[in-house]
């Protein structure tokens, strides 16, 4: 009987061993991932952070974030993230770019209806100062 169910103790010995042999490459893993994560995290919640603004300042959201990426001239996002988190591996910064870029656009749509709704209320300003002297 105790011969029987050593082969068994072998098994278990070598499962237990194969176990702990993937948890020490996942634990390396993700030690050489953490860098890159807590500089992501760190500009990411900065972003947030300074895009976070009231309803009737959003438009400035685009300034904001220019002001945290400060892209030089001719700078594509994948340069300015590159540059902002350089111990990020490639997939997360593809996925940073990603989320920079649509935070940029959505931004940048804010302060082009902004300065439409601008336009537009000086025209009808405009329009209204001119019916008003029409009609003396």
């Known amino acids: ?5 050593i082969p068994h103790l072998n098994a278990k ?10 948890m020490t490459k996942e634990e390396e893993r993700i030690d050489r991932m953490l860098p890159g ?9 900065l972003l947030v952070e300074q895009t976070d603004l009231p309803e009737g300042l959003r ?3 685009d300034q904001a974030i220019r002001g ?12 300015i993230v590159s540059r902002m988190v350089p111990l990020a591996d490639a997939e997360l ?5 990603a989320a920079v870029f649509r935070l940029s656009r959505q931004a940048g ?4 209806m902004h300065d439409e709704v601008e336009r537009t209320q000086a025209d009808l300003a405009a ?3 001119y019916r008003i002297f029409m009609t003396r």
């Not at 945290?68 to 340069?79: H, K, M, Q, S, W």
């Not at 910064?93 to 770019?97: K, W």
């Open 59 to 61: 438009y400035v959201a």
């Open 37 to 45: 994560l807590r500089q992501t995290y760190d500009l990411l919640a």
């Open 127 to 129: 329009l209204d100062t």
């Open 68 to 79: 945290i990426i400060r892209p030089p001239d001719g700078e594509n996002y994948e340069g």
């Open 109 to 112: 749509m804010l302060k082009v």
């Open 13 to 22: 010995r070598e499962a237990s061993t194969q176990r702990v042999s993937v």
């Open 93 to 97: 910064r593809r996925e940073v770019t």
């Open 1 to 5: 009987m105790l011969l029987s169910s």
